[in-house]
């Protein structure tokens, strides 16, 4: 009797506790998808120092690294004493843009194709380019422009993945013009296509992937993941990365708070889905080893 009401009270005080407890947070590496690092930081607030910290602050251990123009990228690649002493590999990606003109221009203009070439062809300190973009399409029907379908060929025969900012009906019209590339749609449509549109997309192309950030109705008021998204990302758990998209430097200056409210959703689900989308989709995308736990700079 005593020990059951021992035992009673120890209960209510763990509930007790939990009541006090933080919110619960994934803790394991991260993989950011949709990191670019454009002249407006690294001519500015942002220099290679100061983004490697809040990377490594941030436990992010491999990075999809693109920029305009793509300087930033090479200057992420050609750090490599400073990316190994941080533990982050760095994945790089070829942007399409030189300049903002590029931005509304880009899916009609051969002049992209020949730079996309070139940059293929030179490479980086940190290996190959392993894909295309950031890309956007503000209207959809230019997906179906001649440096569109090029490009989504290109990455196709080459195996390059492709990041796309596109609305849903974009997705069908590049995928058509290479069922076989493997395309990473950025923010899983920043629109918000509705959740059974995204699966319907999933669905229909295997080898479609969702980068998560700025996604609309992922998380609720609280920080933790919807019931709708919390379903389909436990429906698709290889299907889904994560990401910061810094293409503003104050998006630099929130970097830790972003990779947080990250780890913030990603406990809600069970820890190997979690693992996955956070790291593992990533890693296995591009080949990447498992991290070593991190020596230092605990997030
Ligand atoms: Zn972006």
């Known amino acids: 009797m005593l ?14 506790g939990a009541f006090a407890q933080p919110a619960p947070r994934y803790d394991g590496p991260l993989f950011d998808a949709h990191l670019h690092y454009n002249e407006e930081a690294y001519g500015g607030p942002h220099p290679l120092a ?7 602050r941030s436990g992010v251990r491999a990075i999809v690294a693109n920029s305009r123009p793509n300087d930033g990228t090479k200057a992420l690649a050609d750090a490599r004493e400073a990316m190994r002493a941080a533990g982050i590999t760095v994945v790089p990606f070829v942007r399409l843009y030189r300049n903002r003109a590029d931005y509304g221009g880009w899916p009609h ?7 996309v070439n070139r940059e293929l062809a030179a490479g980086t300190a940190a290996g190959p380019y392993r894909g295309l973009g ?37 997705i069908d019209l590049l995928m058509a013009h290479a069922p076989n590339a493997r395309l990473i749609w950025a923010h899983t449509g920043i629109g918000g296509a509705p959740v059974e549109r995204v699966r319907a997309l999933l669905l229909r192309y295997p080898k479609l992937m969702g980068e998560l950030s700025y996604r609309p109705g992922l998380t609720e008021g609280n920080g933790g993941l919807s019931a709708a998204w ?37 406990a809600d689900l069970p820890p190997a889905t979690a693992q996955r989308i956070a790291w593992g989709n990533g890693a296995q995308l591009f080949g990447l080893p498992s991290p070593a736990p991190a020596a230092s700079a605990r997030p």
Do not use: C
């Open 134 to 170: 950031e890309f956007h399409l503000y209207d959809s029907g230019n997906a179906n422009g001649p440096t569109a379908k090029r490009l989504m060929q290109l990455a196709q025969e080459k195996e390059l993945a492709v990041l796309a900012h596109v609305d849903d009906a974009a």
């Open 109 to 115: 203009d051969a002049s992209i194709v020949e730079m």
């Open 3 to 16: 020990r059951r009401s021992v035992l009673a009270a120890a209960l209510l005080l763990a509930a007790g």
């Open 50 to 56: 100061d983004v490697i910290g809040r990377m490594q």
């Open 230 to 266: 919390k379903a389909l990302l436990s429906e698709f758990p290889e299907r889904f990365l994560v990401g910061s998209d810094t293409w503003v430097n104050g998006r630099w200056s929130d970097y830790e708070a972003l990779m947080a409210q990250a780890r913030r959703w990603l």
